[in-house]
């Protein structure tokens, strides 16, 4: 393989040590997930809604965004995504390197 481009987020993922695994770009396994999330967030948030301006589409979004933070994911352990942050940032400053969510 070649050499790949260190950009800031390699750093930060580097300075704490974090495993980072790499994957092709448009590989199909990727683009189910994303998908999915898109489909989701389209049945969610923007399925019939209609906006009269950018910053009215931002307050509703700021408001799914906090609703959605808060509920629990099977896929997290059934912890919520503000947990799991918590968690991390903790585990940061803490010097672990892996993010065992139990």
């Known amino acids: 393989m070649g050499l790949r481009h260190l950009d800031s987020t390699d750093n930060d993922i580097e300075s704490v040590k974090i495993e980072d695994h790499r994957m092709r770009p448009y590989f199909s396994w990727q ?18 809604r209609r906006f009269e301006s950018y910053e009215q589409m931002e307050k509703s979004f700021s408001r799914y965004r ?6 629990a994911r099977k896929t997290l352990n059934f912890k919520t995504p503000s947990e799991v942050v918590v968690y991390f940032q903790k585990s940061c400053h803490k010097g672990l390197t892996t993010l065992e969510i139990s």
């Open 31 to 48: 683009n189910g997930i994303v998908e999915r999330c898109h489909r989701i967030e389209n049945e969610l948030f923007y399925y019939k």
């Open 66 to 71: 906090a609703r959605y933070n808060k509920i």
